[in-house]
């Protein structure tokens, strides 16, 4: 398992670098499929893993980051000033999420509850596990499964779900 935001995969966080996705093409992911034809079992188990560990990118478009900026101006009155000095780190266009503490926890993440801006939580999060570099491969998956119990578990996704979710993906 990679230490590094920059290697292809972590599966420790929300997160599949962006060359990944830049060479994941609908072609890559037609072939992907074959192995999830069938479907594939989720259901989330609250563990908060996938939030916490290694450090990651958890990337909030421009879009998203308005988003959140009205829910946490709503529950908690803050600013974006605020938002933008003491939560985020600029990437790219927009911001991700700071996760630089020793046990590289999402800023997000609250041990008892979860993630605190669930609502308005960014895409990536919302379409884990079912990524591209998740769904390339029987051996991906399970080396991701071993980090995240929901997966192999509960709900069955079709392989149009899964293809919806995959082919929609931000990058
Ligand atoms: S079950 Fe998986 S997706 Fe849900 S919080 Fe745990 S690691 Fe994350
Ligand atoms: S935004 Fe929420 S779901 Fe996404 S990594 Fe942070 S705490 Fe987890």
């Not at 994941?24 to 079992?41: A, D």
């Not at 927009?94 to 630089?100: C, E, N, P, V």
């Amino acid at each position: 398992m990679s230490n590094s935001q920059l290697f292809v995969r972590d599966v420790s966080r929300h997160v599949c670098t962006d060359d990944y996705w830049v060479n994941s093409s609908f072609v890559i992911l037609e072939k992907m499929s074959q192995f999830w034809k069938k479907g594939l079992q989720f259901t989330c188990q609250q563990c908060g893993r996938c939030c916490c560990g290694e450090p990651g990118i958890v990337y909030f478009s421009p879009r998203e980051f308005d988003a959140l900026v009205e829910h946490l101006n709503h529950t908690r009155g803050l600013t974006r000033e605020v938002i933008v000095r003491d939560y985020m780190r600029p990437h790219r266009d927009s911001y991700t999420a700071r996760d630089d503490f020793p046990d590289g926890h999402c800023i997000f993440f609250d041990k008892e509850k979860g993630c605190s801006v669930y609502e308005v939580r960014p895409s990536q999060c919302r379409d884990f596990p079912f990524w591209r570099c998740n769904l390339a491969s029987k051996s991906d998956w399970d080396e991701t499964a071993q980090m995240c119990p929901g997966m192999n578990h509960g709900r069955h996704w079709t392989a149009e779900e899964i293809y919806d979710i995959a082919s929609k993906a931000r990058l």
